[in-house]
């Protein structure tokens, strides 16, 4: 939304000095200085805008300053510059108006920096493109350039413009800038030759000796050093804050940009160098025949150089400074020149150089600036022109300035009222008169073509006799004197007769600015500007391009005897024909101030304030505006900023904005002579009324404030709930969803796991099915490799030598074997069973074979012994054996009895006639035939018996007579005893109860105890119905003697007891048989 502002809002001081309340001239500085010191130094009255210099760059002219101000109505922001600006800029394009901004104000007032301020703003806000930027960058940059050969450093301002200037901008029907053309007033080329204390020549020189380089300043002949030139003064030659080497670089810069040509750049810089060149010619006099002084250059070296530098002959113009040729009625008189004529004559020859060269700078200027297309153009003038001055010592150059300012006040003048009458008529209000002082009645006093003071000044130039400025100065006592603007000493008005202040040789008029004082002297020779012809005619012969054109009079075939026209009289013109230019126009004005004399920033001298305020006639212009109604405003601006004081306009004025503007003021009741309605504005007449509108409006603003306070407090606390609402929503949302997801992306998690297990068990499971194929299909296939290798190699075998090795290997082992076999053969042992000898084994790894040899070999021998046994043969070896197994390490008698064969039958006794009887007696057959010893149960003592024993009986006989003394059954059998010792001795234990035992044991002796018991027992062990025979081998055991049981026992017999063995009872019990120690 655009916010509508004003220039009444926030307001330093006013803005607009209409609004001065009340009007007085100390008010009117009161609010100037007010402004200036809180950095407002741009104050309106109406539509003029003053200015004061701040002297320092204060930071109000940004780019976006200028977009500020675009486009914006000229009471909508506060005082600038940029919006005159603005203005002219729009009514010129969209109201197809021509515009000129003129700008006045006392040297040092800020003129040419507003002017620069105006053309800057202009080219920042119009059309751009590449040509229109090539033609504003022209634009701009002509003013370096000007500035450079048209400025200099015054005891009043660094850089001030010594000539006006008024430049038409030219734009097409878009707004883009065209071209321009500039005209120049003026120029005081007095500056050229001669330098007031304090104060510098014109800038060029300056910078062309501080900024050329040494070969340009060889080849203008010049040097670096100031002081080497009589024009350039030197007391102020260098300026702080002004760099004039890079300020000669800049203008180089400028006048390539404008389009100046090289050599036309240096036909330029030869000028200037001419011209210093030019000031250091001197003359000396020397005396003519006739008594006269006559001229002569004193060093002719400055003149050579300058010579070469123009091109131009040096006698000529050595010539010209000596003589001067006077032409009348087809006459040429020649006369000589004095010292001081030669140097007058050079210094209008430097004067007129230099000021010709400015002229035609500007016309080369205007060449590169003016504007191509032929069609219609709209123009917006810029006039920066000197203002009124008042000095101590005013000449022939601040009359005409002076003349120039009361010209421009004038016009100003008729313009404002025209345009405040203009103004009446469009909005249908009743025009009352404006009382004001009208300058005409000045203008008059100087431009007046009859009687006025620059009629009368060429008059005295032109008449013939002594003519002085003297002689001008009685003339105007004479012409002038009753004017009432005039003053002079002798002037006939009696009322400045006794102005003792006023010199002889001068007069005082009256500007509308102020009383000036002029002094007479060098107005006639100002006014004539003579340079002699010589000089022309010499310069015109110059060989140098530029010189020629600047002295087209010097030609002589244009010989013209008219006197050219004078200074004023040029200058009465072109004055003219500004006016009539701005006349054509719509005017802007700008009021330059300057708030004091010492170039200081934050000063503001009210006196020189006062005077500026005075001789501008600001107050007047104030009252002109005033005169009728001091504030005009639109009626829809005028209903938007009141509204707020009626409740029928607030917040919405439904019908025409005038409607509601009526309805505001009745509401208010504003008395009716107080305003006026024009068609599309209200006039107010008196300031109060406005501020009577503003402080009601200012109270109710503040009401408004509050309202707004309130509801904009309400509807932030609303919105503040509602975001915290809405954001409560959105958070417990995204919580929601973040739950969801988190709940989601947890399920996901769990499904993809027990996916993933699932699959990867599927997989394993795929796998080791996979696997197991595979290593089957493997297994398959290294079996059928294996096996087809097997196959092949058993086929193929027999080829290979590999084979060799297992044959020759099987093939040694088989020899070895054979030797081994056969070597065994050769060596076996002898084949008796007990012989324990066998070959040794010849190789280790046969040890298994040879062990398992010697036991099949042993075995086999065995065997082969034993088949050669008989039955009887095989029999006793029985028996043999079974001692062994019954006795064998438990009886020491045993081994004794190895050797011993088992005769069974010792006796024979079927032989023996005397145991005939027995041996019928014993029916069976007898097993054994033995004689025993039968102890005596009662001493111990043995008998002979004979002992027999067949298969079913022991028999006991005696010896001697075969008598048959016991015949036991074996069945009665119960044991037999016998000791562990050598002895013979063994008891034959009958079973108690049989018949046999009636008598009790028999214990025995034999030396053939093994054979006796051992057939007892194998006996006893084959017949089938009996039971196994005990054999008891201790070296005690009881015998039962009848009812008696005796114990036998066997120890160890002493060595006394000799060999054999004794028994003896011992006691009842007791039978103790002693045994010999066996060796
Ligand atoms: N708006 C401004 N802001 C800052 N400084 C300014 C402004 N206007 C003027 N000045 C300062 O004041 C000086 C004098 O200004 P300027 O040359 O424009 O005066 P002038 O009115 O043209 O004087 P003259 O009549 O001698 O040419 C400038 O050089 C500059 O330093
Ligand atoms: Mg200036």
């Not at 006006?164 to 500056?191: A, C, H, Q, T």
């Not at 300056?206 to 080849?219: E, I, N, R």
């Not at 000063?603 to 009728?628: D, I, K, P, T």
């Not at 099915?769 to 193929?796: N, S």
Request: net charge positive; hydrophobic share 35%; with cysteine.
């Amino acid at each position: 939304m655009e916010v509508k502002t004003s220039l009444l809002d926030n307001m330093i001081g006013v803005g607009d000095m209409v609004l001065l309340e009340p009007l007085t001239e100390d008010s009117f500085l009161e609010n100037l200085k007010k402004r200036f010191d809180h950095n407002e130094i741009y104050t309106y009255i109406g539509s003029v805008v003053i200015s004061l210099n701040p002297y320092r760059s204060l930071p109000i002219y940004t780019p976006d300053k200028v977009e500020e101000y675009r486009n914006r109505n000229f009471y909508e922001l506060s005082p600038h510059i940029y919006a005159l600006a603005d203005e002219a800029y729009r009514s010129l394009r969209d109201q197809d108006k021509d515009q000129c901004i003129l700008i006045t104000g006392e040297s040092g007032a800020g003129k040419t920096e507003a002017s620069k301020l105006v053309m800057s703003y202009v080219a920042a806000v119009c059309g751009k493109g590449q040509e229109v930027n090539k033609v504003k960058e022209q634009l701009l940059q002509s003013n370096p350039v000007l500035e450079a050969f048209g400025n200099a450093k015054t005891v009043r301002n660094d850089n001030s413009s010594r000539f006006g200037k008024y430049m038409d901008i030219e734009f097409d029907f878009k707004g883009d800038p065209l071209g321009g053309v500039i005209s120049n007033y003026l120029l005081e080329k007095s500056r050229v030759v001669k330098q007031p204390r304090g104060e510098r020549n014109f800038h060029i020189f300056y910078q062309l000796l501080s900024g050329a380089s040494d070969d340009t300043l060889k080849k203008l002949k010049l040097e670096r050093d100031f002081s080497k030139y009589n024009y350039l003064s030197l007391d102020s030659a260098t300026v702080s804050g002004l760099d004039d080497a890079a300020n000669f670089r800049t203008v180089r810069n400028a006048m390539q940009i404008v389009g100046f040509m090289e050599d036309e750049m240096q036909s330029v810089l030869e000028l200037v160098a001419a011209v210093l060149k030019l000031g250091n010619i001197e003359f000396k006099p020397e005396s003519r025949c006739n008594g006269m002084d006559e001229s002569r250059i004193k060093d002719k070296n400055d003149l050579k150089e300058m010579c070469e530098l123009l091109g131009t002959e040096q006698s000529v113009l050595e010539r010209a400074f000596s003589y001067r040729t006077v032409e009348a009625k087809m006459e040429k008189v020649s006369t000589t020149l004095n010292v001081a004529q030669a140097y007058y004559a050079r210094d209008a020859l430097a004067k007129n150089l230099y000021s010709r060269l400015f002229s035609w700078l500007v016309t080369r200027i205007n060449e590169s600036i003016k504007a191509q297309a032929k069609t219609r153009h709209k123009v917006m003038g810029v006039l920066d022109i000197y203002g009124f001055e008042i000095f101590e010592d005013n000449s022939f150059e601040q009359f005409i300035i002076n003349y120039c300012n009361e010209k421009l006040q004038q016009i100003f003048i008729e313009l404002t009222l025209r345009e405040e009458q203009e103004e009446y008529i469009r909005e249908g209000i009743e025009w009352t008169n404006i009382e004001y002082f009208n300058n005409a009645v000045i203008c008059d006093l100087i431009e007046n073509n009859q009687n006025g003071i620059l009629a009368m000044l060429d008059e005295e130039c032109l008449r013939p006799g002594t003519v002085t400025d003297e002689t001008f100065l009685d003339k105007l006592n004479t012409i002038c004197a009753d004017h009432q603007h005039f003053e002079s000493r002798l002037s006939k008005n009696s009322k400045f007769l006794n102005d003792h202040s006023l010199p002889h040789n001068c007069f005082r008029i009256q500007h509308y600015a102020g009383k000036v004082l002029y002094r007479v002297e060098g107005f006639v020779d100002k006014n004539n500007d003579l340079l002699y012809r010589d000089l022309s005619q010499a310069m015109y012969k110059a060989n140098h391009s530029l010189i020629k054109q600047l002295f087209p009079e010097g030609n002589p075939a244009k010989v013209n005897l008219k006197r050219p026209p004078t200074a004023g009289f040029q200058f009465k013109a072109s004055v003219g024909t500004l006016m009539s230019n701005l006349q054509s126009k719509n005017p802007n004005y700008i009021r330059c101030i300057k708030p004091n004399d010492k170039k200081a920033s934050h000063v503001f001298n009210g006196s020189l304030v006062c005077h500026q305020a005075r001789y501008l006639g600001l107050m007047e212009n104030v009252r002109v505006r005033r005169a009728g109604y001091a504030f005009r405003q639109a009626y829809e601006p005028c209903l938007e900023r009141y509204k707020m004081l009626c409740k029928n306009t607030w917040p919405h004025w439904k019908g025409r904005a005038r409607q509601g503007v009526e309805v505001l003021m009745t509401d208010l009741q504003v008395p009716a002579e107080e305003f006026s309605y024009g068609r599309s504005k209200i006039f107010i007449r008196n300031p109060r009324t406005l501020f009577f509108l503003e402080e009601k409006r200012k109270q109710c603003l503040e009401d408004l404030a509050t309202l707004i306070q309130k509801i904009y407090k309400g509807w932030k606390c609303r919105s503040h709930f509602l975001l915290l609402k809405k954001s409560q929503v959105v958070v417990a949302s995204w919580f929601r969803r973040y739950a969801q997801q988190k709940k989601y992306q947890k399920i996901k998690h769990a499904t993809t796991m027990v996916q993933s297990y699932t699959r990867g068990w599927q997989a394993r499971k795929l796998l080791r099915e996979l696997k197991y194929q595979k290593k089957c299909e493997e297994a398959v296939t290294t079996i059928a490799a294996f096996w087809h290798g097997t196959q092949v190699r058993r086929e193929y075998r027999k080829f290979f030598r590999a084979n060799a090795g297992k044959k020759i290997y099987n093939f040694t082992i088989q020899r070895i074997m054979q030797k081994y076999f056969l070597g065994l053969k050769s060596k076996l042992p002898s084949m008796s069973p007990i012989d324990k000898t066998w070959p040794a084994r010849p190789y280790s790894f046969l040890d298994g074979v040879h062990a398992e040899l010697r036991r099949i070999f042993h075995l086999w021998r065995c065997k082969k012994y034993r088949s050669q046994f008989t039955e009887e043969k095989k029999a006793v070896y029985e028996e043999k054996l079974e001692a062994s197994e019954l006795f064998k390490d438990k009886k020491a008698l045993y081994p004794s009895s190895v050797r011993q064969p088992f005769k069974g039958d010792y006796l024979e006794i079927s032989k023996n006639p005397k145991y005939q009887k027995l041996s019928s007696a014993v029916d069976e057959k007898i097993l054994l035939a033995d004689v025993v010893n039968k102890i005596n149960r009662a001493n111990g003592k043995g008998s002979s018996r004979l002992f027999l024993l067949t298969k079913k009986n022991v028999v006991l006989a005696d010896q001697k007579t075969g008598q048959l003394k016991a015949n036991v059954p074996l069945t009665d059998l119960a044991s037999v005893s016998t000791s562990t010792q050598t002895d013979g001795f063994f008891a034959l234990k009958l079973k108690e109860g049989s018949a046999s035992a009636v008598k009790g044991d028999f214990l025995l002796s034999s030396d053939h105890l093994i054979e006796i018991i051992t057939k007892l027992h194998r006996i006893g062990s084959m017949a089938a119905d009996r039971e196994k025979l005990n054999i008891d081998i201790s070296d005690e055991f009881l015998v039962q003697f009848k009812q008696d049981k005796v114990c036998v026992k066997f120890i160890q017999g002493s060595p006394k007891n000799g060999n054999s063995v004794s028994c003896k009872r011992k006691n009842n019990r007791l039978l103790e048989v002693s045994v010999p120690a066996s060796s």
